[in-house]
């Protein structure tokens, strides 16, 4: 079983910062790339970002040089530092990991976690 918990999503101002966290636990051989994508009301969901096994990241132009992609193999963690947010970054915040887990090293799984609300006001 292996599962993923977003946290550190919250209320703050624009040009504030927020940093997320994506917290795979369970039984887990390895984790290849980890993504983070976003939803708002009435929207498609977005890709955010996403870090590969090795650490290599890619963005959204629209975060770009805002937001920062993270990962620390030794707690199973990647994180989301998000700074100069804007209003339009209000969304529900999703993590979508790729993971072998010890059960079936062999193979990979996608897993999603519950998401965390990010308001930006104005």
């Known amino acids: 079983q292996v599962s993923l918990v977003e946290s550190g999503g919250g209320l703050v101002q624009a040009g504030g910062s927020l940093r997320l966290s994506c917290v795979a636990s369970?039984?887990?051989?390895?984790?290849?790339?980890v993504y983070w994508y976003r939803q708002a009301p009435g929207n498609q969901r977005e890709l955010v970002a996403v870090?590969?096994?090795?650490?290599?990241?890619n963005y959204a132009d629209s975060v770009k040089g805002r937001f920062s992609i993270s990962r620390d193999n030794a707690k199973n963690t990647v994180y989301l530092q998000m700074n100069s947010l804007k209003p339009e970054d209000t969304a529900v915040y999703l993590c979508?990991?790729?993971?072998?887990?010890?059960?079936?090293?062999?193979?990979?799984?996608?897993?999603w976690g519950q998401g965390t609300q990010v308001t930006v006001s104005s």
């Open positions: 870090i590969s096994e090795r650490g290599s990241a």
């Open positions: 979508n990991a790729i993971i072998a887990p010890v059960t079936d090293r062999s193979r990979t799984y996608s897993y």
């Open positions: 369970g039984s887990i051989f390895s984790i290849k790339s």
